[in-house]
């Protein structure tokens, strides 16, 4: 429901997105040759590679190398930082060098495909990790691993309510893999010892608290037509109503965040 709500998928995701131009709005030339590109999700935290055609078919496609590609507005909220922030700051902008595609074929005369990383980090821990440990094992290390060029990669939340509160930060400094299980390895060092499952997230809490207001209201109209609906506040709002405003309070949440493209 949150990602409907943000028109999106928020989790980091690595995407594969076809473009039609030059001369569209999402790609054009610029003024020194490049190829300006605005892809559909956000944030993009790195591009992976892409390829062009001449638009005719059938497509002959040539292979564009990563270093080709610079991310325009790198989010501020994912690497380069301790703790992950709330805000949705990121851009949506690439720029593509090196003459892959140009104004010769005139309007609409290339494809473009860009792979790409986009989204927020976000796992679980698949086996237990022991107070101490730099490394843990993940269900999903997309997003987590240092971009081209850094060596620090994002920063994330281990969302841990034991022992009374065992909730710390870490920052990833490298990942085994680009997407799906893996290792990641963290600094500083675990805290405390953590249980297989537990969530570790880069992903803006505002985030995660509209998610939990979306299945509180699913909890409180679930069952309403087979039960007594109760109320849930002095003032005698039924659950109905009380549904209501929590779905409105998730969407005016996750705003911010939402696909404009």
Same mark, same amino acid.
């Given at each position: 429901?949150?990602?409907?709500?943000?028109?999106?998928?928020?989790?980091?995701?690595?995407?594969?997105?076809?473009?039609?131009?030059?001369?569209?709005?999402?790609? *054009?030339?610029?003024?020194?040759?490049?190829?300006?590109?605005? #892809?559909?999700?956000?944030?993009?935290?790195?591009?992976? &590679?892409?390829?062009?055609? +001449?638009?005719?078919?059938?497509? *002959?496609?040539?292979?564009?190398?990563?270093?080709?590609?610079?991310?325009?507005?790198?989010?501020?909220?994912?690497?380069?930082?301790?703790?992950?922030?709330?805000?949705?700051?990121?851009?949506?902008?690439?720029?593509?060098? &090196?003459?892959?595609?140009?104004? =010769?074929?005139?309007?609409?005369?290339?494809?473009?495909?860009?792979?790409? !990383?986009?989204?927020?980090?976000?796992?679980?821990?698949?086996?237990?990790?022991?107070?101490?440990?730099?490394?843990?094992?993940?269900?999903?290390?997309?997003? =987590?691993? +240092?971009?081209?060029?850094? @060596?620090?990669?994002?920063?994330?939340?281990?969302?841990?309510?034991?022992?009374?509160?065992?909730?710390?930060?870490? @920052?990833?400094?490298?990942?085994?893999?680009?997407?799906?299980?893996?290792? #990641?390895?963290?600094?500083?060092?675990?805290?405390?010892?953590?249980?297989?499952?537990?969530?570790?997230?880069?992903?803006?809490?505002?985030? *995660?608290?509209?998610?939990? #207001?979306? &299945? !509180?209201?699913?909890? #409180?109209?679930?069952?309403?037509?087979?039960?007594?609906?109760?109320?849930?506040? +002095?003032? &005698?709002?039924?659950?109905?109503?009380?549904?209501?405003?929590?779905?409105?309070?998730?969407?005016?949440?996750?705003?911010?965040?939402?696909?404009?493209?």
């Amino acid at each position: 429901m949150v990602d409907s709500a943000a028109n999106q998928i928020l989790r980091a995701t690595v995407t594969t997105e076809q473009l039609k131009g030059p001369g569209t709005t999402r790609f *054009q030339i610029d003024s020194i040759g490049n190829a300006a590109i605005i #892809l559909a999700r956000s944030p993009i935290l790195s591009i992976l &590679g892409g390829q062009c055609a +001449p638009a005719i078919p059938p497509l *002959q496609w040539t292979t564009i190398p990563a270093n080709m590609y610079v991310v325009d507005s790198p989010p501020l909220s994912v690497y380069g930082t301790s703790v992950p922030a709330d805000a949705g700051e990121w851009g949506q902008s690439v720029t593509l060098g &090196g003459g892959y595609v140009s104004t =010769w074929n005139g309007r609409g005369g290339y494809f473009l495909q860009t792979t790409y !990383v986009n989204g927020w980090p976000h796992c679980s821990l698949t086996t237990a990790s022991i107070a101490g440990a730099t490394t843990i094992q993940v269900d999903d290390c997309t997003g =987590w691993g +240092p971009p081209a060029g850094s @060596t620090q990669g994002a920063a994330g939340v281990i969302y841990d309510p034991g022992g009374g509160g065992q909730q710390e930060t870490a @920052t990833v400094t490298l990942a085994s893999a680009t997407t799906g299980p893996g290792t #990641l390895t963290i600094t500083p060092a675990l805290t405390w010892p953590h249980s297989q499952g537990i969530i570790f997230s880069g992903m803006a809490s505002t985030l *995660q608290w509209a998610a939990i #207001l979306f &299945g !509180v209201a699913q909890a #409180l109209t679930r069952g309403a037509t087979a039960t007594t609906p109760q109320t849930i506040s +002095p003032a &005698g709002i039924s659950t109905g109503s009380g549904a209501d405003a929590l779905m409105k309070a998730a969407k005016l949440m996750v705003r911010d965040f939402k696909r404009i493209w």
